[in-house]
């Protein structure tokens, strides 16, 4: 078996990031994010590269350890993968990443991260007390929208952050339309299979640090390259939630909003980036069925967010016979105890306030409306 060993950085989107970070129109801020970008990026990167050249020599456990069967829960954000994926990693079968690992690729960086903090568990707990604290403010202004924390099961997208090859970046750089992170599906051949390999070998890696599994994904930005996922893991497994576009869509942009707004970013990048997102999301709930329905011989399941919600238990017995997985009856009984848990927020969010046309959703998703009776949820005040 051919463990690779080869770092990705993206350096067509690096240059793409110092072209941008020179039209900051904060002069302070554009110094800052332009030095750190020019100088502490690509140290960062190379670190971890260091790292992940080593890890075959260190562990040669990844030369016989495979990536069998891995499940991707890929959805619109805001339509119930984050509650989705929490149920399914009760599930000791699976591998899955926490948070605080996801921006550290490199199998020797990751076990020694663990070895701190075993040493911490035994000396007082200093350091998970002190990153709690961090963790509590950093997460403050959108837990209540997207509740996470650093160990946390996350989207393993950030694994390539430091690869430039994320949509965590979007979060620092509101320029959509000029950085792409979703649609890896339409790359080139060449840039896709590079990209892909590294994720690969980054989930290889993860898979021997929790001592085995088959592994467990969740990412909204994975809806655009559910083709490559395909060509990368051809006995890959797939769950969509489907949720009524009315709450996820206005949900998601609040969000971003929100977050673009905390860090100070310009008003007109923040209408134009979430113009782009909206019309993203049409994408976001049709390609991974259509993706789905040419490869009729990969295991997926389409899931009501309603029933996932309200009936999570039967929801998931039908996602486990459906995808051909065995669903051991201490994790039924776990996500037996979970209903109700599915989170509801009181947020209210209304379509005009982003420019959005209830019809126009409407009639570009029609297929799906009819096939999810989402007519039913009413055109005005949206609840997330």
Known sequence: MGVGS????????????????????????????????????????????VCFALDPILFPSLRRTPVREPTFCVGHARSGTTYLHRLMANDPQFSYVLMYEMF??????????????????????RLRRRLDAIEESAFAETNDMHKTGFFA????????????????????????????????????????????????????RQIVLNGGGLHLSKNPTFCGRVEALIETFPDARFVVPMRNPYETVPSLLKMMQKEWTLR????????????????????SYEHPLEVLARHPE??????????????????????????????????????????????????????????LDP??????????????????????????
């Open 104 to 125: 550290f690729p490199s199998l020797l960086e990751k076990r020694l991260l663990r070895l701190l903090f075993r040493i911490d568990d035994v000396t007082g707990k």
């Open 6 to 49: 080869r770092y990705y950085f993206d350096w067509a989107n690096y240059r793409t990031m110092l072209r941008l970070l020179r039209e900051e129109p904060n002069p302070a801020r554009r110094r800052k994010m332009f030095c750190a970008f020019l100088i502490g990026v690509p140290m960062i990167a190379a670190i971890h590269a």
């Open 359 to 384: 019809h126009e959703i409407h009639t570009r998703l029609a297929g799906l409306f009819e096939r999810f009776n989402w007519e039913t949820e009413g055109d005005d005040a949206i609840v997330n």
């Open 153 to 204: 099961p996350e989207e393993d997208d950030f694994l390539l952050t430091w690869s430039l090859g994320s949509g965590f970046w979007i979060v620092m750089f509101p320029y959509m339309g000029e950085l792409d992170f979703y649609h890896v599906d339409r790359w080139s051949p060449e840039k896709r299979r590079r990209v892909m390999t590294f994720y690969k070998e980054c989930v290889r």
């Open 298 to 355: 990969t295991r997926s399941c389409v899931v009501d967010y309603r029933d996932l919600v309200s009936r999570p238990a039967f929801t998931m017995r039908r996602v486990y016979d459906e995808l051909g997985l065995e669903l051991a009856s201490a994790v039924a009984e776990a996500v037996d105890s979970a209903k109700g848990q599915g989170h509801e927020s009181a947020h209210r969010y209304c379509l005009e306030e982003f420019g």
């Open 264 to 283: 100070g970013r310009d008003d007109r990048l923040i209408k134009n980036s979430l113009r782009v997102l909206a019309d993203q999301s049409f994408d």
